[in-house]
């Protein structure tokens, strides 16, 4: 057996991509099914990147269900059914807090210990960012960072 992805439901694809490519993710494929009336969005990491149009090692498979054909709002997804995080093991956890958060996007558990960071995509999916390797020491403005809402 072997891991194949973690499907994630998005209600705007584009804020979805743009999320998971600030994390570091590459698109892979995409199929639109019309019939369906549905968009799936693979993405991988580098590490488990192959190449275009070639499923990664361990990807992210975004869907989208596109609105009803009656004009009635889109269907809005939470972060329920027995869903917890994805985790992403990251070469520098300062660096890619500190990048994430001068985009705009919230820490909601900030490195503190130079280990662990939870942020959340814009679909409100949990995020864990951990640093590879050993642990860095705890570092300022991280350190003394409160929580920020859930994560």
């Known amino acids: 057996m072997r891991y194949l992805h973690t499907m994630l439901r998005v209600a705007d694809p584009e804020a979805a991509i743009r999320f998971f490519t600030l994390l570091g993710l590459k698109e892979t494929r995409r199929m639109e099914n019309q019939a369906g009336r549905y968009t799936l969005i693979y993405l991988a990491a580098d590490e ?5 149009g070639e499923q990664g090692d361990a990807e992210v498979e975004l869907t989208y269900n ?10 809005t997804y ?7 995080h994805l985790a992403y093991g990251v070469d520098d956890i300062y660096e890619t807090c500190a990048r994430l958060q001068a985009d705009g996007v919230t820490i909601n558990r900030p490195p503190r ?3 662990m960071a939870f942020v959340r995509s814009p679909d409100g999916i949990s995020i864990e960012l951990l640093q590879k390797g050993e642990h860095k020491a705890p570092a300022e403005p991280w350190a003394s960072m409160s929580n920020t809402g859930e994560w």
């Open 48 to 52: 488990d990147f192959r190449g275009d």
């Open 66 to 75: 596109w609105p009803p054909e009656d004009g009635s709002p889109a269907e």
């Open 78 to 84: 939470t972060g329920d059914r027995n869903f917890g």
């Open 113 to 115: 210990d130079g280990y």
